[in-house]
């Protein structure tokens, strides 16, 4: 059985930072694309960053280049999402999504494995 367990939320000022975790188990980790998602109240679920674990690739929304980096451990079977200078407009929940195919940020609907969340908000 799929399992992504995310962890690392919290809460933080305006300018702060967090790393998220997403550890996945019971799945091909390699050669696979995970992302990173998030939703806030009222609002639709939108991507944040996606990483092609065969090899390296990364993606960003454009809300958050040059701010949050995701970056992956293959002997953990765990991805990050690494986020500075948070912003009040970051907060979320946010998830940790994956699938065999890359989907990129725009169809979060097509990812077919997810974690259960995990919270940030950000206070200006």
């Known amino acids: 059985q799929v399992q992504l367990v995310e962890s690392g939320g919290g809460s933080v000022q305006a300018g702060g930072s967090l790393r998220l975790s997403c550890a996945a188990s019971?799945?091909?980790?390699?050669?696979?694309?995970m992302g990173w998602f998030r939703q806030a109240p009222g609002k639709e679920r939108e991507g944040v960053a996606a990483i092609y674990t065969g090899g390296g690739s990364t993606y960003y929304a454009d809300s958050v280049k040059g701010r949050f980096t995701i970056s992956q451990d293959n002997a953990k079977n765990t991805v990050y999402l690494q986020m500075n200078s948070l912003k009040p407009e970051d907060t979320a929940m946010y998830y940790c999504?994956?699938?065999?195919?890359?989907?990129?940020?725009?169809?979060?609907?097509?990812?077919?494995?997810w974690g259960q969340g995990t919270q940030v908000t950000v206070s200006s």
């Open positions: 999504a994956a699938d065999s195919l890359f989907h990129g940020l725009g169809t979060p609907w097509k990812y077919n494995y």
């Open positions: 019971g799945y091909t980790y390699s050669s696979n694309c």
